[in-house]
Protein backbone atom coordinates (compact mmCIF):
# COMPACT_ATOMS: atom_id res chain seq x y z
CA UNK A 1 0.00 0.00 0.00
CA UNK A 2 1.34 3.51 -0.91
CA UNK A 3 0.06 5.63 2.57
CA UNK A 4 -1.20 8.69 0.60
CA UNK A 5 -1.79 9.34 -2.69
CA UNK A 6 1.14 11.93 -2.52
CA UNK A 7 3.98 9.44 -2.32
CA UNK A 8 2.27 7.67 -5.30
CA UNK A 9 2.02 10.10 -7.47
CA UNK A 10 5.47 11.45 -6.73
CA UNK A 11 8.51 9.88 -8.43
CA UNK A 12 9.67 8.80 -4.62
CA UNK A 13 10.25 10.72 -1.54
CA UNK A 14 14.24 11.13 -2.77
CA UNK A 15 13.45 10.91 -6.20
CA UNK A 16 15.42 8.23 -6.53
CA UNK A 17 15.02 5.36 -8.44
CA UNK A 18 16.76 2.01 -9.74
CA UNK A 19 17.40 0.47 -12.85
CA UNK A 20 16.41 -2.90 -14.40
CA UNK A 21 19.69 -5.31 -14.01
CA UNK A 22 19.26 -6.06 -17.73
CA UNK A 23 19.83 -2.20 -18.78
CA UNK A 24 22.39 -0.65 -16.31
CA UNK A 25 25.96 -1.21 -16.40
CA UNK A 26 28.10 -3.86 -15.01
CA UNK A 27 28.77 -3.36 -11.36
CA UNK A 28 32.45 -4.38 -9.87
CA UNK A 29 31.55 -6.54 -7.01
CA UNK A 30 33.10 -9.34 -5.24
CA UNK A 31 33.10 -13.07 -6.98
CA UNK A 32 30.45 -15.08 -5.53
CA UNK A 33 31.77 -18.30 -3.75
CA UNK A 34 30.30 -21.44 -5.52
CA UNK A 35 27.19 -22.62 -3.10
CA UNK A 36 24.41 -25.32 -2.76
CA UNK A 37 21.72 -24.31 -5.07
CA UNK A 38 18.68 -23.98 -3.78
CA UNK A 39 16.33 -26.46 -3.72
CA UNK A 40 14.99 -27.75 -6.76
CA UNK A 41 10.72 -25.72 -7.05
CA UNK A 42 8.88 -25.75 -9.65
CA UNK A 43 8.50 -21.84 -10.04
CA UNK A 44 4.82 -21.58 -12.03
CA UNK A 45 4.77 -20.51 -15.66
CA UNK A 46 2.30 -19.57 -18.67
CA UNK A 47 3.93 -21.41 -21.55
CA UNK A 48 1.68 -20.10 -24.40
CA UNK A 49 2.96 -17.08 -26.12
CA UNK A 50 1.01 -14.16 -27.49
CA UNK A 51 -1.95 -16.20 -26.14
CA UNK A 52 -4.14 -12.86 -26.32
CA UNK A 53 -3.18 -12.03 -29.76
CA UNK A 54 -1.92 -8.35 -29.46
CA UNK A 55 1.20 -8.56 -30.49
CA UNK A 56 0.42 -9.63 -33.99
CA UNK A 57 0.73 -13.53 -35.60
CA UNK A 58 3.86 -14.87 -34.23
CA UNK A 59 4.65 -17.34 -33.30
CA UNK A 60 0.91 -19.06 -34.14
CA UNK A 61 0.68 -20.81 -37.20
CA UNK A 62 -2.76 -20.11 -39.33
CA UNK A 63 -4.33 -21.33 -42.24
CA UNK A 64 -4.57 -18.43 -43.94
CA UNK A 65 -3.95 -14.47 -42.19
CA UNK A 66 -7.82 -13.99 -41.76
CA UNK A 67 -7.77 -16.07 -38.21
CA UNK A 68 -6.15 -14.03 -36.08
CA UNK A 69 -7.65 -10.31 -36.89
CA UNK A 70 -9.57 -7.42 -35.33
CA UNK A 71 -12.01 -7.43 -38.18
CA UNK A 72 -15.62 -6.00 -37.36
CA UNK A 73 -17.82 -8.86 -36.79
CA UNK A 74 -16.78 -10.00 -33.80
CA UNK A 75 -14.99 -8.51 -30.72
CA UNK A 76 -11.85 -9.85 -28.29
CA UNK A 77 -12.64 -11.08 -24.93
CA UNK A 78 -9.95 -8.83 -23.80
CA UNK A 79 -7.76 -6.21 -25.96
CA UNK A 80 -8.81 -5.67 -29.09
CA UNK A 81 -7.21 -8.62 -31.48
CA UNK A 82 -8.65 -12.43 -31.43
CA UNK A 83 -8.65 -15.42 -33.80
CA UNK A 84 -11.68 -16.06 -35.42
CA UNK A 85 -12.00 -19.44 -37.26
CA UNK A 86 -14.75 -19.91 -40.36
CA UNK A 87 -17.79 -18.19 -40.38
CA UNK A 88 -17.73 -18.36 -43.86
CA UNK A 89 -21.18 -19.89 -44.66
CA UNK A 90 -19.85 -22.51 -47.32
CA UNK A 91 -17.66 -25.63 -47.09
CA UNK A 92 -14.04 -24.23 -45.28
CA UNK A 93 -12.03 -25.26 -42.77
CA UNK A 94 -9.36 -23.22 -40.46
CA UNK A 95 -6.70 -24.19 -38.27
CA UNK A 96 -4.77 -22.61 -35.88
CA UNK A 97 -1.51 -23.61 -33.55
CA UNK A 98 1.40 -23.03 -31.71
CA UNK A 99 4.19 -25.48 -30.00
CA UNK A 100 4.84 -25.21 -26.05
CA UNK A 101 7.10 -27.08 -23.96
CA UNK A 102 5.39 -27.82 -20.43
CA UNK A 103 8.48 -27.88 -18.15
CA UNK A 104 9.05 -31.69 -16.81
CA UNK A 105 9.39 -30.44 -13.17
CA UNK A 106 6.03 -29.14 -13.20
CA UNK A 107 3.15 -31.75 -11.68
CA UNK A 108 0.43 -29.30 -12.43
CA UNK A 109 -1.06 -28.05 -16.01
CA UNK A 110 -4.52 -26.43 -17.12
CA UNK A 111 -4.62 -25.10 -20.60
CA UNK A 112 -7.68 -22.49 -20.96
CA UNK A 113 -9.13 -20.52 -23.34
CA UNK A 114 -12.00 -18.25 -24.26
CA UNK A 115 -14.33 -19.24 -26.87
CA UNK A 116 -17.40 -17.87 -28.24
CA UNK A 117 -20.07 -19.35 -30.91
CA UNK A 118 -22.25 -17.54 -32.73
CA UNK A 119 -24.25 -19.04 -36.26
CA UNK A 120 -26.88 -18.71 -38.85
CA UNK A 121 -28.03 -22.66 -38.42
CA UNK A 122 -30.95 -22.91 -37.26
CA UNK A 123 -30.93 -26.30 -35.79
CA UNK A 124 -31.49 -27.58 -32.49
CA UNK A 125 -30.08 -31.67 -33.05
CA UNK A 126 -27.45 -31.51 -35.68
CA UNK A 127 -24.15 -30.28 -35.52
CA UNK A 128 -23.23 -29.24 -38.97
CA UNK A 129 -20.49 -26.93 -38.46
CA UNK A 130 -17.53 -27.99 -35.55
CA UNK A 131 -14.39 -26.84 -33.65
CA UNK A 132 -12.01 -29.07 -32.61
CA UNK A 133 -9.28 -28.46 -29.37
CA UNK A 134 -6.34 -30.43 -29.20
CA UNK A 135 -3.25 -30.84 -27.55
CA UNK A 136 -0.64 -32.76 -28.86
CA UNK A 137 -2.73 -35.74 -31.07
CA UNK A 138 -5.04 -36.07 -28.09
CA UNK A 139 -9.02 -33.99 -28.88
CA UNK A 140 -10.00 -31.83 -25.31
CA UNK A 141 -13.15 -30.69 -26.81
CA UNK A 142 -15.38 -30.37 -29.51
CA UNK A 143 -17.65 -27.83 -29.92
CA UNK A 144 -20.67 -27.20 -33.10
CA UNK A 145 -22.90 -24.93 -33.80
CA UNK A 146 -25.34 -26.25 -31.03
CA UNK A 147 -22.74 -24.62 -28.36
CA UNK A 148 -23.99 -21.27 -29.76
CA UNK A 149 -24.13 -18.62 -27.16
CA UNK A 150 -23.95 -14.97 -26.00
CA UNK A 151 -20.60 -13.71 -24.97
CA UNK A 152 -17.77 -15.32 -24.25
CA UNK A 153 -17.48 -18.37 -21.98
CA UNK A 154 -14.05 -19.67 -20.59
CA UNK A 155 -13.10 -23.15 -21.31
CA UNK A 156 -10.51 -25.25 -18.71
CA UNK A 157 -8.51 -28.32 -19.27
CA UNK A 158 -5.88 -30.58 -17.33
CA UNK A 159 -2.70 -31.09 -19.36
CA UNK A 160 -0.63 -31.98 -16.90
CA UNK A 161 0.38 -35.96 -18.45
CA UNK A 162 1.97 -33.67 -21.10
CA UNK A 163 4.85 -32.57 -18.32
CA UNK A 164 8.26 -32.82 -20.11
CA UNK A 165 6.84 -32.47 -23.73
CA UNK A 166 7.02 -30.07 -26.17
CA UNK A 167 3.34 -30.52 -28.22
CA UNK A 168 0.87 -28.52 -30.63
CA UNK A 169 -1.70 -26.54 -29.05
CA UNK A 170 -4.06 -26.67 -32.00
CA UNK A 171 -7.59 -25.73 -32.90
CA UNK A 172 -9.31 -26.85 -36.49
CA UNK A 173 -12.90 -25.22 -37.27
CA UNK A 174 -14.78 -26.90 -40.16
CA UNK A 175 -17.95 -25.56 -41.62
CA UNK A 176 -20.25 -27.58 -44.07
CA UNK A 177 -21.84 -25.88 -47.20
CA UNK A 178 -24.10 -23.42 -45.83
CA UNK A 179 -25.00 -21.14 -42.93
CA UNK A 180 -21.80 -19.69 -41.09
CA UNK A 181 -20.67 -20.53 -37.51
CA UNK A 182 -18.23 -17.88 -36.04
CA UNK A 183 -15.84 -19.77 -33.53
CA UNK A 184 -13.97 -17.34 -31.86
CA UNK A 185 -10.82 -18.24 -29.30
CA UNK A 186 -9.26 -15.51 -27.28
CA UNK A 187 -6.63 -15.37 -24.19
CA UNK A 188 -5.60 -18.98 -24.63
CA UNK A 189 -3.12 -19.67 -21.66
CA UNK A 190 -1.51 -22.88 -20.43
CA UNK A 191 -0.29 -22.55 -16.66
CA UNK A 192 2.66 -24.66 -15.21
CA UNK A 193 2.92 -24.98 -11.18
CA UNK A 194 5.04 -27.71 -9.46
CA UNK A 195 4.35 -28.63 -5.51
CA UNK A 196 1.83 -25.95 -5.19
CA UNK A 197 2.01 -26.66 -1.56
CA UNK A 198 3.76 -23.70 0.38
CA UNK A 199 7.27 -24.73 1.71
CA UNK A 200 7.11 -26.87 5.10
CA UNK A 201 6.83 -24.82 8.24
CA UNK A 202 6.11 -26.27 11.37
CA UNK A 203 6.80 -23.18 13.03
CA UNK A 204 3.74 -21.51 11.88
CA UNK A 205 0.06 -23.02 12.25
CA UNK A 206 -2.74 -23.31 12.08
CA UNK A 207 -1.65 -24.68 7.97
CA UNK A 208 -3.25 -25.00 5.24
CA UNK A 209 -6.20 -23.35 5.19
CA UNK A 210 -9.36 -23.30 3.01
CA UNK A 211 -12.13 -21.21 3.07
CA UNK A 212 -15.38 -21.45 1.59
CA UNK A 213 -18.13 -18.17 1.64
CA UNK A 214 -21.13 -17.70 0.48
CA UNK A 215 -22.77 -14.38 0.34
CA UNK A 216 -25.60 -11.95 -0.61
CA UNK A 217 -25.86 -8.87 -1.26
CA UNK A 218 -28.26 -5.84 -0.81
CA UNK A 219 -29.51 -4.13 -4.14
CA UNK A 220 -25.90 -1.99 -3.10
CA UNK A 221 -23.56 -4.32 -3.00
CA UNK A 222 -22.82 -2.14 0.90
CA UNK A 223 -24.24 -5.42 2.78
CA UNK A 224 -23.17 -8.48 2.56
CA UNK A 225 -25.01 -11.47 4.60
CA UNK A 226 -24.03 -15.86 3.87
CA UNK A 227 -21.97 -17.92 5.70
CA UNK A 228 -18.19 -18.92 5.80
CA UNK A 229 -16.22 -22.07 7.04
CA UNK A 230 -12.40 -23.08 7.41
CA UNK A 231 -10.51 -26.11 7.38
CA UNK A 232 -7.31 -25.90 8.17
CA UNK A 233 -4.19 -28.16 9.81
CA UNK A 234 -2.26 -27.85 13.13
CA UNK A 235 1.42 -27.72 11.65
CA UNK A 236 2.73 -27.29 14.95
CA UNK A 237 4.46 -30.26 17.23
CA UNK A 238 2.52 -28.27 19.83
CA UNK A 239 -1.00 -29.09 20.16
CA UNK A 240 -3.64 -26.57 18.88
CA UNK A 241 -6.38 -26.06 21.82
CA UNK A 242 -7.99 -22.72 19.83
CA UNK A 243 -7.32 -20.36 16.75
CA UNK A 244 -8.15 -16.88 16.35
CA UNK A 245 -10.39 -15.41 13.60
CA UNK A 246 -9.10 -11.33 12.16
CA UNK A 247 -12.22 -9.59 12.01
CA UNK A 248 -9.58 -6.47 10.68
CA UNK A 249 -12.66 -4.32 9.45
CA UNK A 250 -13.81 -3.78 12.86
CA UNK A 251 -11.57 -1.19 13.39
CA UNK A 252 -13.56 0.89 10.75
CA UNK A 253 -16.54 0.80 13.07
CA UNK A 254 -16.85 0.59 16.76
CA UNK A 255 -17.45 -2.30 19.10
CA UNK A 256 -21.47 -1.61 19.69
CA UNK A 257 -21.75 -0.97 16.15
CA UNK A 258 -19.85 -3.95 14.22
CA UNK A 259 -19.39 -4.15 10.17
CA UNK A 260 -18.33 -7.28 10.67
CA UNK A 261 -20.26 -9.72 12.63
CA UNK A 262 -19.62 -13.21 13.71
CA UNK A 263 -22.70 -15.54 14.67
CA UNK A 264 -23.66 -19.19 14.94
CA UNK A 265 -20.18 -20.55 15.20
CA UNK A 266 -19.70 -24.75 15.00
CA UNK A 267 -16.39 -26.48 15.36
CA UNK A 268 -15.66 -24.40 17.97
CA UNK A 269 -16.82 -21.82 20.93
CA UNK A 270 -16.68 -18.22 20.47
CA UNK A 271 -15.38 -16.33 23.37
CA UNK A 272 -15.01 -12.61 23.52
CA UNK A 273 -13.97 -9.94 21.08
CA UNK A 274 -10.18 -8.56 22.10
CA UNK A 275 -8.08 -6.14 20.06
CA UNK A 276 -10.21 -3.49 19.03
CA UNK A 277 -12.86 -6.09 18.15
CA UNK A 278 -10.86 -7.15 15.41
CA UNK A 279 -9.88 -10.57 16.92
CA UNK A 280 -12.05 -13.35 17.72
CA UNK A 281 -11.09 -16.72 19.88
CA UNK A 282 -12.50 -19.83 18.99
CA UNK A 283 -11.92 -22.56 21.28
CA UNK A 284 -11.92 -26.27 19.27
CA UNK A 285 -13.46 -28.78 21.17
CA UNK A 286 -10.37 -31.36 21.64
CA UNK A 287 -6.60 -30.27 21.39
CA UNK A 288 -5.85 -30.60 17.79
CA UNK A 289 -2.73 -32.69 17.16
CA UNK A 290 0.32 -32.08 14.83
CA UNK A 291 -0.93 -33.34 11.63
CA UNK A 292 -4.99 -33.45 12.36
CA UNK A 293 -7.32 -30.90 10.54
CA UNK A 294 -10.48 -29.37 11.85
CA UNK A 295 -13.35 -26.89 10.13
CA UNK A 296 -15.09 -24.24 11.98
CA UNK A 297 -17.81 -22.59 10.28
CA UNK A 298 -20.02 -19.43 11.25
CA UNK A 299 -23.12 -16.65 9.91
CA UNK A 300 -21.15 -13.81 8.49
CA UNK A 301 -22.41 -10.56 7.63
CA UNK A 302 -20.56 -7.52 6.45
CA UNK A 303 -21.84 -4.26 6.55
CA UNK A 304 -19.71 -1.82 4.36
CA UNK A 305 -19.22 1.83 5.74
CA UNK A 306 -19.21 5.17 3.58
CA UNK A 307 -15.99 6.53 2.19
CA UNK A 308 -13.39 5.94 -0.63
CA UNK A 309 -11.02 3.58 1.45
CA UNK A 310 -10.25 0.18 1.24
CA UNK A 311 -12.93 -1.42 3.19
CA UNK A 312 -15.78 1.40 2.02
CA UNK A 313 -18.16 2.46 -0.56
CA UNK A 314 -17.79 5.61 -2.88
CA UNK A 315 -21.17 6.34 -4.23
CA UNK A 316 -22.42 3.53 -6.01
CA UNK A 317 -19.35 1.88 -5.68
CA UNK A 318 -18.08 -0.52 -2.68
CA UNK A 319 -14.71 -1.62 -1.98
CA UNK A 320 -14.38 -4.35 0.16
CA UNK A 321 -10.81 -5.68 1.34
CA UNK A 322 -9.87 -7.07 4.24
CA UNK A 323 -13.52 -7.94 5.06
CA UNK A 324 -13.55 -11.97 5.47
CA UNK A 325 -12.29 -13.14 8.47
CA UNK A 326 -9.20 -15.56 8.28
CA UNK A 327 -6.93 -17.35 10.39
CA UNK A 328 -4.62 -15.40 12.71
CA UNK A 329 -1.06 -17.54 12.48
CA UNK A 330 0.71 -18.90 15.58
CA UNK A 331 4.33 -19.21 15.60
CA UNK A 332 7.19 -18.88 18.11
CA UNK A 333 6.09 -15.91 19.02
CA UNK A 334 2.61 -17.11 19.97
CA UNK A 335 -0.34 -15.60 18.33
CA UNK A 336 0.18 -12.74 16.39
CA UNK A 337 -2.81 -10.42 17.37
CA UNK A 338 -1.41 -6.96 16.32
CA UNK A 339 -3.62 -3.81 15.93
CA UNK A 340 -5.18 -2.89 13.33
CA UNK A 341 -3.16 -0.27 11.78
CA UNK A 342 -4.44 2.57 9.14
CA UNK A 343 -0.89 3.91 8.45
CA UNK A 344 0.29 0.61 6.09
CA UNK A 345 -0.78 -2.73 6.99
CA UNK A 346 -0.77 -5.19 9.85
CA UNK A 347 -1.49 -8.33 8.01
CA UNK A 348 0.25 -11.57 8.55
CA UNK A 349 -1.33 -14.85 7.14
CA UNK A 350 -0.56 -18.24 5.59
CA UNK A 351 -1.19 -19.26 2.25
CA UNK A 352 -4.41 -20.10 1.51
CA UNK A 353 -7.58 -21.58 -0.82
CA UNK A 354 -11.00 -19.59 -1.23
CA UNK A 355 -14.07 -20.39 -2.75
CA UNK A 356 -16.02 -17.65 -3.21
CA UNK A 357 -19.55 -17.05 -4.11
CA UNK A 358 -21.25 -14.01 -4.31
CA UNK A 359 -24.48 -13.46 -4.90
CA UNK A 360 -25.20 -9.49 -6.01
CA UNK A 361 -27.63 -7.61 -8.59
CA UNK A 362 -27.07 -7.82 -12.01
CA UNK A 363 -26.38 -4.14 -12.62
CA UNK A 364 -23.22 -4.66 -10.45
CA UNK A 365 -19.96 -6.10 -11.88
CA UNK A 366 -17.88 -7.67 -9.16
CA UNK A 367 -14.14 -7.91 -9.49
CA UNK A 368 -12.51 -10.15 -7.39
CA UNK A 369 -9.39 -11.62 -5.85
CA UNK A 370 -8.89 -15.35 -8.61
CA UNK A 371 -10.83 -16.38 -11.13
CA UNK A 372 -14.29 -15.63 -11.52
CA UNK A 373 -17.27 -17.30 -13.65
CA UNK A 374 -20.71 -15.53 -13.59
CA UNK A 375 -23.99 -17.46 -13.57
CA UNK A 376 -27.37 -16.18 -13.55
CA UNK A 377 -28.96 -16.09 -10.45
CA UNK A 378 -32.49 -15.07 -9.43
CA UNK A 379 -34.51 -12.60 -11.23
CA UNK A 380 -32.13 -10.01 -12.22
CA UNK A 381 -29.34 -11.22 -10.32
CA UNK A 382 -25.83 -12.92 -10.99
CA UNK A 383 -23.77 -15.17 -8.92
CA UNK A 384 -20.17 -14.60 -8.80
CA UNK A 385 -17.80 -17.94 -7.97
CA UNK A 386 -14.50 -16.37 -7.76
CA UNK A 387 -11.98 -19.36 -6.84
CA UNK A 388 -8.06 -18.90 -5.93
CA UNK A 389 -5.45 -20.71 -4.68
CA UNK A 390 -2.73 -20.58 -1.94
CA UNK A 391 -3.10 -16.59 -1.77
CA UNK A 392 -2.52 -15.17 1.57
CA UNK A 393 -6.70 -12.91 1.30
CA UNK A 394 -9.86 -12.54 -0.50
CA UNK A 395 -10.89 -8.68 -1.37
CA UNK A 396 -13.75 -7.80 -3.95
CA UNK A 397 -15.76 -4.76 -5.14
CA UNK A 398 -19.16 -4.35 -6.52
CA UNK A 399 -20.54 -1.42 -8.75
CA UNK A 400 -21.70 0.06 -11.74
CA UNK A 401 -18.13 0.10 -13.26
CA UNK A 402 -16.65 0.19 -16.96
CA UNK A 403 -14.73 -2.53 -17.39
CA UNK A 404 -11.70 -3.11 -20.54
CA UNK A 405 -9.97 -5.85 -20.90
CA UNK A 406 -6.41 -7.28 -22.19
CA UNK A 407 -3.66 -9.73 -22.19
CA UNK A 408 -0.27 -9.18 -21.04
CA UNK A 409 2.73 -10.23 -23.83
CA UNK A 410 3.52 -12.88 -21.52
CA UNK A 411 -0.28 -14.18 -21.01
CA UNK A 412 -1.75 -12.84 -18.27
CA UNK A 413 -4.92 -11.59 -18.63
CA UNK A 414 -5.93 -8.01 -17.18
CA UNK A 415 -8.85 -6.31 -16.29
CA UNK A 416 -9.77 -2.53 -15.38
CA UNK A 417 -12.58 -1.51 -13.76
CA UNK A 418 -12.81 1.88 -13.50
CA UNK A 419 -15.68 4.06 -11.52
CA UNK A 420 -18.03 6.85 -13.27
CA UNK A 421 -15.24 10.05 -13.36
CA UNK A 422 -12.12 8.24 -15.15
CA UNK A 423 -11.52 8.38 -18.33
CA UNK A 424 -11.34 6.01 -21.06
CA UNK A 425 -7.87 7.38 -21.88
CA UNK A 426 -6.89 7.13 -18.14
CA UNK A 427 -8.66 3.13 -17.80
CA UNK A 428 -6.64 2.95 -20.90
CA UNK A 429 -3.24 4.08 -19.95
CA UNK A 430 -3.52 1.56 -16.81
CA UNK A 431 -4.23 -1.09 -18.79
CA UNK A 432 -1.03 -0.86 -20.20
CA UNK A 433 0.37 0.04 -17.22
CA UNK A 434 -0.65 -3.35 -15.79
CA UNK A 435 0.43 -4.89 -18.74
CA UNK A 436 3.98 -3.75 -18.68
CA UNK A 437 4.50 -4.36 -14.73
CA UNK A 438 2.97 -7.63 -14.63
CA UNK A 439 5.50 -9.07 -17.17
CA UNK A 440 8.50 -7.04 -15.82
CA UNK A 441 7.86 -7.96 -12.23
CA UNK A 442 7.26 -11.94 -13.89
CA UNK A 443 10.42 -11.75 -15.35
CA UNK A 444 12.58 -10.77 -12.62
CA UNK A 445 10.64 -12.91 -9.41
CA UNK A 446 9.03 -15.76 -11.41
CA UNK A 447 5.62 -16.05 -13.38
CA UNK A 448 2.80 -14.21 -11.82
CA UNK A 449 0.51 -17.14 -10.59
CA UNK A 450 -2.89 -16.04 -9.87
CA UNK A 451 -4.37 -16.11 -13.49
CA UNK A 452 -6.22 -13.14 -13.92
CA UNK A 453 -5.40 -9.69 -12.52
CA UNK A 454 -8.09 -7.26 -11.39
CA UNK A 455 -7.28 -3.29 -11.00
CA UNK A 456 -10.28 -1.13 -9.51
CA UNK A 457 -9.33 2.52 -10.54
CA UNK A 458 -10.64 5.52 -8.18
CA UNK A 459 -9.20 8.60 -8.15
CA UNK A 460 -11.22 9.56 -4.75
CA UNK A 461 -9.16 6.89 -2.70
CA UNK A 462 -7.25 9.06 0.35
CA UNK A 463 -4.24 6.63 -0.43
CA UNK A 464 -2.20 5.65 -3.86
CA UNK A 465 -3.14 2.45 -3.76
CA UNK A 466 -3.58 -1.21 -2.27
CA UNK A 467 -2.56 -4.57 -2.54
CA UNK A 468 -4.67 -7.89 -2.39
CA UNK A 469 -4.16 -11.19 -4.20
CA UNK A 470 -4.96 -10.48 -7.51
CA UNK A 471 -6.96 -7.49 -6.93
CA UNK A 472 -5.60 -3.68 -6.62
CA UNK A 473 -7.31 -0.72 -5.68
CA UNK A 474 -5.41 2.32 -7.26
CA UNK A 475 -5.46 5.71 -8.46
CA UNK A 476 -4.68 6.74 -12.09
CA UNK A 477 -1.20 6.66 -11.00
CA UNK A 478 1.71 4.63 -13.20
CA UNK A 479 3.96 4.23 -10.16
CA UNK A 480 1.35 3.43 -8.02
CA UNK A 481 -0.53 0.71 -10.16
CA UNK A 482 3.33 -0.79 -10.41
CA UNK A 483 4.00 -0.59 -7.25
CA UNK A 484 0.68 -2.51 -6.53
CA UNK A 485 1.12 -4.75 -8.41
CA UNK A 486 4.45 -5.51 -7.25
CA UNK A 487 2.68 -6.32 -4.43
CA UNK A 488 1.95 -9.43 -6.07
CA UNK A 489 5.07 -10.80 -5.18
CA UNK A 490 6.22 -9.31 -2.18
CA UNK A 491 3.20 -9.69 0.36
CA UNK A 492 1.76 -11.82 -1.97
CA UNK A 493 3.58 -14.64 -3.36
CA UNK A 494 6.63 -14.33 -0.73
CA UNK A 495 4.61 -13.62 2.65
CA UNK A 496 5.56 -11.86 5.69
CA UNK A 497 4.40 -10.55 9.02
CA UNK A 498 3.26 -6.92 7.52
CA UNK A 499 2.92 -5.52 11.21
CA UNK A 500 6.23 -6.50 12.46
CA UNK A 501 8.49 -6.43 9.14
CA UNK A 502 6.58 -3.83 7.16
CA UNK A 503 9.80 -3.26 5.00
CA UNK A 504 10.08 -7.28 3.49
CA UNK A 505 7.23 -6.05 1.38
CA UNK A 506 7.43 -2.40 1.17
CA UNK A 507 10.75 -1.84 0.45
CA UNK A 508 11.10 -4.23 -1.75
CA UNK A 509 7.80 -3.50 -3.82
CA UNK A 510 9.47 0.00 -4.40
CA UNK A 511 12.92 -1.51 -5.14
CA UNK A 512 10.58 -3.58 -7.98
CA UNK A 513 8.79 -0.52 -9.04
CA UNK A 514 12.02 1.16 -9.58
CA UNK A 515 13.47 -2.08 -11.73
CA UNK A 516 9.96 -2.15 -14.15
CA UNK A 517 10.42 1.94 -14.70
CA UNK A 518 13.66 2.15 -15.45
CA UNK A 519 15.42 3.65 -13.13
CA UNK A 520 18.64 4.14 -11.90
CA UNK A 521 18.94 5.12 -7.96
CA UNK A 522 21.82 6.94 -8.35
CA UNK A 523 23.12 8.43 -5.50
CA UNK A 524 20.31 6.72 -3.80
CA UNK A 525 21.53 6.65 -0.37
CA UNK A 526 23.09 9.83 0.04
CA UNK A 527 20.22 11.83 1.06
CA UNK A 528 19.69 9.52 4.03
CA UNK A 529 19.59 11.63 7.33
CA UNK A 530 18.11 9.46 10.48
CA UNK A 531 15.26 10.91 13.03
CA UNK A 532 17.00 9.40 16.03
CA UNK A 533 19.04 6.54 17.14
CA UNK A 534 16.25 4.41 17.52
CA UNK A 535 14.93 4.66 13.75
CA UNK A 536 15.36 1.50 11.66
CA UNK A 537 14.65 0.15 8.18
CA UNK A 538 13.54 -2.74 10.22
CA UNK A 539 10.91 -1.64 12.97
CA UNK A 540 7.80 -2.49 13.00
CA UNK A 541 4.39 -0.42 12.38
CA UNK A 542 3.78 -0.11 16.46
CA UNK A 543 6.81 2.42 16.43
CA UNK A 544 5.92 3.77 12.58
CA UNK A 545 2.21 4.19 14.07
CA UNK A 546 4.56 6.43 16.57
CA UNK A 547 6.18 8.23 14.14
CA UNK A 548 3.96 8.08 11.35
CA UNK A 549 5.58 11.07 9.59
CA UNK A 550 8.80 9.30 8.91
CA UNK A 551 7.07 5.74 8.15
CA UNK A 552 7.50 6.09 4.23
CA UNK A 553 10.29 7.67 4.10
CA UNK A 554 12.13 5.17 5.87
CA UNK A 555 10.69 1.97 5.16
CA UNK A 556 9.71 3.05 1.72
CA UNK A 557 12.78 5.32 0.61
CA UNK A 558 15.87 4.37 2.79
CA UNK A 559 14.80 0.45 2.50
CA UNK A 560 14.58 0.68 -1.21
CA UNK A 561 17.49 2.62 -1.24
CA UNK A 562 19.06 -0.23 1.12
CA UNK A 563 18.28 -2.31 -1.63
CA UNK A 564 19.96 -0.16 -4.28
CA UNK A 565 23.15 -0.17 -2.42
CA UNK A 566 22.98 -3.79 -2.45
CA UNK A 567 22.78 -4.29 -5.65
CA UNK A 568 25.65 -2.09 -6.16
CA UNK A 569 27.73 -3.85 -3.61
CA UNK A 570 26.84 -7.41 -5.32
CA UNK A 571 26.76 -6.48 -8.85
CA UNK A 572 23.37 -6.36 -11.02
CA UNK A 573 23.98 -9.76 -12.00
CA UNK A 574 24.29 -11.16 -8.58
CA UNK A 575 21.77 -9.10 -6.64
CA UNK A 576 19.01 -10.30 -9.81
CA UNK A 577 19.78 -13.62 -9.20
CA UNK A 578 19.83 -13.66 -5.17
CA UNK A 579 15.85 -12.14 -5.43
CA UNK A 580 14.55 -14.18 -7.91
CA UNK A 581 16.43 -17.65 -6.38
CA UNK A 582 14.80 -15.86 -2.96
CA UNK A 583 11.39 -15.71 -4.47
CA UNK A 584 11.21 -19.52 -5.65
CA UNK A 585 12.43 -20.77 -2.24
CA UNK A 586 10.28 -18.67 -0.31
CA UNK A 587 6.91 -19.04 -2.92
CA UNK A 588 3.82 -18.97 -0.87
CA UNK A 589 6.09 -19.53 2.19
CA UNK A 590 7.25 -16.72 4.84
CA UNK A 591 10.20 -14.28 4.38
CA UNK A 592 12.01 -12.81 7.38
CA UNK A 593 14.70 -10.32 7.85
CA UNK A 594 17.37 -13.00 9.41
CA UNK A 595 16.46 -15.23 5.91
CA UNK A 596 16.92 -12.65 3.55
CA UNK A 597 20.44 -11.23 5.33
CA UNK A 598 21.24 -15.31 5.05
CA UNK A 599 20.62 -15.70 1.78
CA UNK A 600 22.18 -12.42 0.41
CA UNK A 601 25.34 -13.58 2.49
CA UNK A 602 25.67 -16.84 0.89
CA UNK A 603 26.04 -14.72 -2.03
CA UNK A 604 28.94 -12.85 -1.88
CA UNK A 605 32.60 -13.70 -0.23
CA UNK A 606 32.39 -9.66 1.32
CA UNK A 607 31.16 -9.56 4.68
CA UNK A 608 28.24 -7.76 4.68
CA UNK A 609 28.14 -7.37 8.80
CA UNK A 610 29.06 -3.79 8.11
CA UNK A 611 26.59 -3.08 5.37
CA UNK A 612 23.47 -4.06 7.68
CA UNK A 613 24.50 -1.85 10.69
CA UNK A 614 25.37 0.97 8.09
CA UNK A 615 21.56 0.72 6.87
CA UNK A 616 19.97 0.03 10.30
CA UNK A 617 18.53 -3.46 8.73
CA UNK A 618 18.42 -5.57 12.13
CA UNK A 619 17.05 -8.34 12.55
Not at 167 to 181: K, N, P, R
Not at 232 to 249: C, G, H, I, K
Request: hydrophobic letters at 40%.
Amino acid sequence: MRPTPHKALAASVLAVAASTAALLPATPAAAAPPTAPLAAACTPAQVVTNGGFESGTSPWSQSSTSVITNRIGQTAHGGTSFAWLNGVGSTHTDTLSQSVTIPSGCTTATLTFWLHIDTAETTSSTAYDKLTAKIGSTTLATYSNLDKAPGYAQKSFDVSAFAGQTVSVAFTGTEDSSLQTSFVVDDIALDTSGDTAPPADSARTPAAPSYTVSLTSNTSGTVWTGHESVTFTNASSTALSEVYLRLWDNYHGTCSALPITVTNVTGGTAGALSVGCTALRIALPTPLAQGQSATIGFDLGITVPSGADRFGYDGAFSFVGNALPVLAVKDAAGWHLDPYTNNGESFYSLAADFKVTLDHPSTLLVPATGASVDTPGSSGRTVTTATAAKVRDFAWAAGPFTKISGTSTAGTPINIYSVSGISSANAQSMLTTAKTAVDAHASRFGAYPYGELDAVIDNNFWFGGMEYPGFVLDLVSTTALTHEIGHQWWYGIVGDDEYNNPWLDEAFTDYATDLALNKTGTNCWNSVSWASTAERITNSMAYWDAHSSRYSTVVYGYGKCALHDLRRLLGDTVMAKLLKDYATSHWYGVSTTSDFKAAAQAATTTDLTSFWTQHRIDG
